[in-house]
């Protein structure tokens, strides 16, 4: 945990998340959304940066904690593994990705190294997460991952953002596999479309603020809770073909 965000344990009816990927954007809205419904959040940040969630932390110490990781990096998962090994969570849920600065670039011209930059974060990264941190999350809890309709293979009809749709395929496919491993077991899994929204990765030109959408996108998770097995929905609960 930041040393600068001083913490106290919740108590034992406090329901607890552990968000990856909240320093700003969705994110950060969404731990904001938990902390005003009574939740304990631990959001994590990348890098040391001072971000939103710093600020939120401060202004609610004793619901928000501030951990940083760097989803890629295997050694940082374990590491913050370890350091939350005492505490249990409610719902585990991964919101960290990215994309690559020219979506429409041709992949005959895309870098490689851009490729698996954009697939190690976006697919390999959120799915070691959710294995390596998944004891902290009690056993009917939830594991969600924030993916995206671009994500849908059979909604492709028009193309275009080729290394952030096929990202986003990956995750959900993962997402499979590790619910096929899991058939059987009490816990939600939940792959969750948000729609396109006004955030640095959305852009400006974006119909939807967070204002508007982040409210709903709890409402989304929360509903799945005590559910078991995945689920891959839309901000509005409505199915998203595979």
Sequence with gaps: MDPSTPFSPPTPSSPAILLLGASRGIGLAMAGEFVRRGWTVVGTVRGQARTGLHDLADASPDRVAVESVDITQLDDLRSLRERLAGRR???????????????????????????????????????????????????????????????????????????????????????????????????????????????????????????????????????????????YVDRLGATVPW
């Design 89 to 231: 969570f409610d719902i585990l849920f991964v919101n960290a990705g990215t994309t690559n600065p020219h979506p429409d670039q041709a992949l005959a011209e895309l870098p490689t190294e851009e490729f698996i930059r954009v697939l190690l974060t976006n697919a390999l990264g959120p799915l070691r997460a959710l294995e390596i941190l998944d004891d902290l999350v009690v056993p009917a809890g939830l594991l969600g991952l924030m993916s995206s309709g671009q994500g849908s293979v059979s909604n492709n009809q028009q193309g275009g953002r080729a290394l952030y749709r096929a990202s986003k395929a990956a995750l959900n496919m993962l997402m499979r596999c590790h619910a096929a491993r899991q058939a059987g077991s009490p816990r939600s899994l939940l792959l969750l479309a948000p729609g396109w929204i006004r955030t640095e990765l959305g852009g400006p030109d974006a119909p939807f603020s967070l204002e508007q959408t982040v409210p709903e996108i709890v409402d989304r998770i929360l509903e799945q809770r005590g559910r078991p097995g995945l689920r």
